[in-house]
């Protein structure tokens, strides 16, 4: 099982990035999967999630408004869109796979800073 993050790196302030996630080695269109991020001295939080039935969608309500989590089946790919992103939301972002197995990506860090 893997799943692989990218799409991190130094944006300004209401800047946007494009986090992607690409799994192998399970059924991706029958899992729950999900966004996680750790900011420096903070808990792992939850930032956003999808279910595969309807893909409907839950966030933070730090987020709400300016993420968006998408998915490609086809792709095997989560996406999180993130727009008018702020210093706070400076993390190392985490893609999850949910259910009777969890899995973890390696994480990807996203600095917001001018």
């Known amino acids: 099982v893997q799943l692989v993050e990218s799409g991190g790196g130094l944006v300004q302030p209401g800047g946007s990035l494009r986090l992607s996630c690409t799994a192998s080695?399970?059924?991706?269109?029958?899992?729950?999967m999900s966004w996680y991020r750790q900011a420096p001295g903070k808990e792992r939080e939850l930032v956003a999630g999808?279910?595969?039935?309807?893909?409907?969608?839950n966030y933070a309500d730090s987020v709400k408004d300016r993420f968006a989590i998408s998915r490609d089946n086809a792709k095997n790919t989560v996406y999180l869109h993130m727009n008018s992103l702020k210093p706070e939301d400076t993390a190392v972002y985490y893609c999850?796979?949910?259910?009777?197995?969890?899995?973890w990506g390696q994480g990807t860090l996203v600095t917001v800073s001018s």
């Open positions: 999808i279910i595969t039935s309807n893909g409907r969608t």
């Open positions: 999850r796979r949910g259910g009777a197995a969890v899995y």
């Open positions: 080695g399970f059924t991706f269109s029958n899992s729950y």
